[in-house]
Structure formats: structure tokens, C-alpha cells
């Protein structure tokens, strides 16, 4: 089965760039959000992403409008009911995850193909309430979707080959390089990054260097494009906590467990690039102050 129309549930931060990938390779897209409040700051967050795709000369005013033009919004998940693949990028809590798939297995075509952007929850939990396992993957994006170029297609232990080959060549459509990756925590890129992350805070909190020094050392040590801690804050805190928690349930080793300074961050609602406040501070553009 060849994947014609895309329905995308969230369009945060992951799921706008999933629908703007999408629609700028030419694929209709769906998107669902739960309030029409939601939908408008999905919407207006593609439009800023597409300019500035046209100010890069990456895309052209035409190719915007075209792409903008193949997205609906919706607030009902039974309007993706044709869509041949559902990519989900909501919260990453597994319950809400799990109560989403279950509505969306009676609502969506029998035939189509889900697929969780999480980074971190396990696959075959989430296929294992749904009535279509076979046709269940991980398509796990990278932020901000629209310029990485990677995507980690996950294969469960129940994933048909059908499938995990109709999803990758999805992916491959939206021109990204696919990694495939087992159902482990962290697939490849986190199960790297995060321990990396975790230390990166870890050398601040130990007074090992400033948090401009630690970025330094690996952006022209290295060579990255950020440094740790700066990535850190674009990734965010909390999110970054989340995964981290996630991993150290799975693998009870302290390499995942998060440092106290990370916990009182996000207790303290300092979740980085987004609030204006994580390691560093940030302006209303999100440019460092
Ligand atoms: N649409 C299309 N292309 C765009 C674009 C847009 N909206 N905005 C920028 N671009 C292109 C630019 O044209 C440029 O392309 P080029 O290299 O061919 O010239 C490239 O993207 C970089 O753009 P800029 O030069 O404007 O931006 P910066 O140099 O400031 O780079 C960055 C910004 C891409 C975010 C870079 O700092 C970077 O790569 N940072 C690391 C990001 C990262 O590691 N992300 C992964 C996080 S982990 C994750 O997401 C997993 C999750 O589970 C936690």
C-alpha cells in the first residue's frame, strides 16, 4: 500500500515540523490538535518555518503556499479517518499515548499505518493496544524537523516488513536519511545524546568550567553545532528530564539518572529556549540575552 494522505495528531514543537516536512514533499496532511487555539500556534509556527525556508532560498514563495495549501486543521481525530499513515507527536506520557492510539484504532481505516515520534516510551506498549501491531512503527524525528536530516524508522518485534518498508520509504520521500533502530530505550541518537547531556550538566553543577566554556570546548573542540548545554535549552529541560526518567526505569543505571540541578530546573519551570530560562536566559525571539 502506497502512503497517499498523512494525518498527524500535536502539532507542538515536533508535530508542526512533521506536518510542514510532510506537506512541503507533497503529501496532504491532517493535523489534529485538541483546541482550535492549539491548531492556530501550530499554524502560524509552519508559516514563520516556511519563510524562513524561502529566506534561505530553500524552498520559493510558490513551494510555501503550496504546502501551507495541502494542511487541514482539525480538533477531531475521526477526520483522519482516510489518511493512509497517523504519526503521532503528542506529551510523551505513556497512559495518554496508549488512550490516543486505542480512540484512533476505532476511528482510523483498517489498513492504515501508525507511527509514534516518541524518543523515548516503548513501541510495542503502545502497538500492543491497538488492534493493527503489524502495522506499527517508531518514526522518531529530530528537532527542528524541517532541517535535520535524520529519522530513526523503530521495528518492533511485531512490525510487519510491509510495513516497516512502507514507512521507510515514507521517510525517505520527506528526504531524510533513515537509521533503523530496535525498540530500545533511546533507539540510537538519545541512548547517545542524553548520558552526554546529563554530563554536560553534571560538569556545570561541579564548577568544572562556565556554561559558555563547557559549549565552547565542544563546538570548537568538536566541532558540534551546539554546545551541550545549549542544546540542552533548545532540546529543553524538561523534555530532555523526561527521557532521562524513561531511561533510567529501563536500564537502572546511574549514567541516565538526572543531576539535582536538572530536577530543581524543571521544578522551577525553567525549561529552557521555550520559557525564556533554562541554563542560559533568552529574549521573546528566543535569541540568547
Ligand atoms: N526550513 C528549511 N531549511 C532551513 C530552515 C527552515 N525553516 N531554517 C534553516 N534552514 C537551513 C539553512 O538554510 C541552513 O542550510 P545550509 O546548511 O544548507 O546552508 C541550515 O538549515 C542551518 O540553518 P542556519 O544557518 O540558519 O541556522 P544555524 O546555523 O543557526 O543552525 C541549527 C541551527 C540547525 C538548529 C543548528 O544549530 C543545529 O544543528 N543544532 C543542533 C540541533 C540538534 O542537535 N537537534 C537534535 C536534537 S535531539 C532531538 O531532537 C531528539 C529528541 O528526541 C530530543
Known sequence: MEIKKVGVVGCGLMGSGIVETAAK???????????????????????VSLSR????????????????????????????????????????????????????????????????????????DMAAVTKRAPNFVGLHFFNPVPVMKLVEVVKTVMTSEEA?????AFA????????????TPGFVVNLLLVPYLLDAVRAYENGVASREDIDNG?????????????LLDFVGIDTTYYIAE????????????????????????????????????????GNKK
Open 25 to 47: 514533499a507533497g503529501f496532504p496532511v491532517v493535523v489534529r490538535e485538541v483546541s482550535d487555539e492549539l491548531l492556530k500556534k501550530g499554524r502560524s509556527r509552519i508559516e
Open 218 to 230: 565542544m563546538v570548537l573542540g568538536c566541532g558540534h553545532p551546539m554546545g551541550p548545554l545549549t
Open 164 to 168: 516497516f518498508r512502507n514507512v521507510k
Open 53 to 124: 525556508a524561502v529566506e534561505k532560498q530553500k524552498a520559493t514563495p510558490q513551494d510555501k503556499e503550496a504546502a501551507l495549501g495541502r494542511i487541514t486543521g482539525t480538533t477531531r481525530l475521526a477526520d483522519l479517518a482516510d489518511c493512509d499513515l497517523v504519526i503521532e507527536a503528542v506529551i510523551e506520557n505513556m497512559e495518554e499515548k496508549k488512550k490516543l492510539f486505542k480512540e484512533l484504532d476505532a476511528t482510523a481505516k483498517p489498513s492504515a499505518l501508525f507511527a509514534s515520534n516518541t524518543s523515548s516510551l516503548p513501541i510495542t
Open 172 to 183: 525517505e520521500k520527506l528526504g531524510k536519511t533513515v537509521v533503523v533502530a530496535k525498540d
Open 246 to 285: 524513561i531511561m533510567f526505569d529501563e536500564f537502572k543505571d546511574d549514567h541516565y539518572a538526572a543531576p539535582p540541578l536538572m530536577r530543581r530546573l524543571v521544578a522551577a519551570g525553567f525549561w529552557g529556549r521555550k520559557t525564556g530560562r533554562g541554563i542560559y536566559e533568552y529574549d521573546e525571539k
